[in-house]
């Protein structure tokens, strides 16, 4: 029982993201009783969009084939809905003869913020003067130059926190588990790919791929 709880909360679990710049790798673990390389993944998405988890699956594919390992997108056949669970998951597995699967869903969404604090230069005969004219009124008065006055700006932006993991099919344990971060700007194929490029160089340096 306990076992069909733990696959639906992570097939029902979160968004898969909407697009982002870049990825973090906070923190990566692989287990140290696992010696082999996976050979066939079985890939699950998570995601509230169709075409995101689409277009993720298959660029995971396409890069887990340029080091050997065969992907396989289960969106072909897995549909992620309230009715999927464990003996599902397992019976999909089987019949692509996959000896490993990786789910990966969003865990958290946080906004975070930049503030530059702007900045005043002058303008006299072509030379620029930054602020340190400002520090005498003798020194400030013999400026006599236009003004240029840069305001302080904040800027937001949206950081979701990913989690990813990859499983053993014949005993359930977990291979490799890892904590990522990517920060949202919109562009979706931009965000996969990254994500998708950290995630592949860090099962390579684990020996896992």
């Known amino acids: ?7 639906t ?35 699950v998405g998570i995601a509230n ?28 056949d897995l549909p992620i809905s309230k009715e999927i669970d464990e003996f599902k998951i397992a019976q999909n597995i089987k019949t692509n003869g996959a000896d490993s699967v990786l789910m990966v869903h969003a865990t958290g969404k946080r906004t ?27 020194s400030y008065y013999n400026q006599r130059r236009e003004v240029i006055y840069e305001p302080a700006t904040i800027t937001q932006f949206e950081i ?7 499983y053993d099919t014949k005993t359930k344990d977990m291979i490799w588990s890892a904590q990522l971060e990517t920060v ?5 194929q931009k965000l996969l790919k990254d994500f998708v490029k950290t995630v592949i160089k860090d099962l390579d340096s684990k020996g896992v791929i």
């Not at 979701?160 to 990859?166: D, H, I, K, M, P």
């Open 160 to 166: 979701v926190t990913v989690e990813a993991n990859l």
């Open 184 to 188: 949202i700007d919109g562009n979706l």
């Open 49 to 76: 969009q169709e075409i995101h988890r689409r277009i993720f699956e298959d660029d995971l594919n396409q890069q887990l084939a340029d080091h050997g390992v065969t992907g396989i997108s289960s969106y072909k």
């Open 112 to 138: 975070e913020e930049v503030v530059n604090p702007g900045r005043i230069t002058t303008y006299d005969g072509g030379r620029y003067y930054e602020r340190p004219y400002y520090r005498n009124y003798g």
């Open 9 to 43: 909360t992570l097939l029902l679990a979160g968004v898969l993201f909407a697009g982002c710049s870049s990825t973090t790798l906070n923190g990566a673990w692989k287990n140290p009783d696992y010696n082999s390389k996976v050979k066939k993944v079985y890939i």
């Open 1 to 7: 029982m306990k076992a069909i709880q733990f696959w």
